[in-house]
T-cell receptor, first 117, second 113 residues
């Protein structure tokens, strides 16, 4: 069965600090996708990144970077030089194919990030 | 490009009443999803459509929830009769196809009293 664990419920940092949000997943599939979404106080979920299980290259996009390690089933997200606008709830999600050919999606419980000025 | 549209944004009903939510996905997106997000939790997938066919409704409480996607575009989600525990935000999302990133609408906040 698939599972996504975000053990950090809430993190508070001071502006300009770096912060890493952890995500650990479980799946029996060899083909799957991992995602990160941001949910700001306005409530609308915003897509940040999608990774397929065959691509373990780390990715950097501006102040955001992602570290995918299949050996530890982790897909961690780092924000460098955090800003107040980064304050939000961040969700990690997993999608794997099922026997019926559909894709099952499951979200973690989210990590609330508070960046203090 | 227009995003995912949802209406209404807010709804307050009494238990045992019925309610319907509407979603218009991004043009060209074949896959449409309905999620339920209870306060403090992650989104929970209720139903997934591929074009106008249901591909996964394993977590949809079918005794009270129903959904349809006519002509493979717009979709409606209905609850009848509503229970107190249905109070949540109902999110609609769409993606180009299965396994792709999803784009979410603003959600409908439902309060059942």
């Amino acid at each position: 069965a698939q599972k996504v664990t975000q053990a950090q419920t809430e993190i508070s940092v001071v502006e300009k600090e770096d912060v890493t949000l952890d995500c650990v997943y479980e799946t029996r599939d060899t083909t799957y996708y991992l995602f990160w979404y941001k949910q700001p106080p306005s409530g609308e979920l915003v897509f940040l990144i999608r990774r397929n299980s065959f691509d373990e290259q780390n990715e950097i996009s501006g102040r955001y970077s992602w570290n995918f390690q299949k050996s530890t089933s982790s897909f961690n997200f780092t924000i460098t030089a955090s800003q107040v606008v980064d304050s939000a709830v961040y969700f990690c999600a997993l999608s794997e194919s099922s026997t019926s050919g559909t894709y099952k999606y499951i979200f973690g419980t989210g990590t609330r990030l508070k960046v203090l000025a | 490009e227009a995003g995912v549209a949802q209406s209404p944004r807010y709804k307050i009903i009494e238990k045992r009443q019925s309610v319907a939510f509407w979603c218009n996905p991004i043009s060209g997106h074949a896959t449409l999803y309905w999620y339920q997000q209870i306060l403090g939790q992650g989104p929970k997938l209720l139903i997934q459509f591929q074009n106008n066919g249901v591909v996964d409704d394993s977590q949809l409480p079918k005794d009270r929830f129903s959904a349809e996607r006519l002509k493979g575009v717009d979709s409606t989600l209905k609850i009848q009769p509503a229970k107190l525990e249905d109070s949540a935000v109902y999110l609609c999302a769409s993606s180009l196809s299965r396994g792709h990133e999803q784009y979410f609408g603003p959600g409908t906040r439902l309060t059942v009293t």
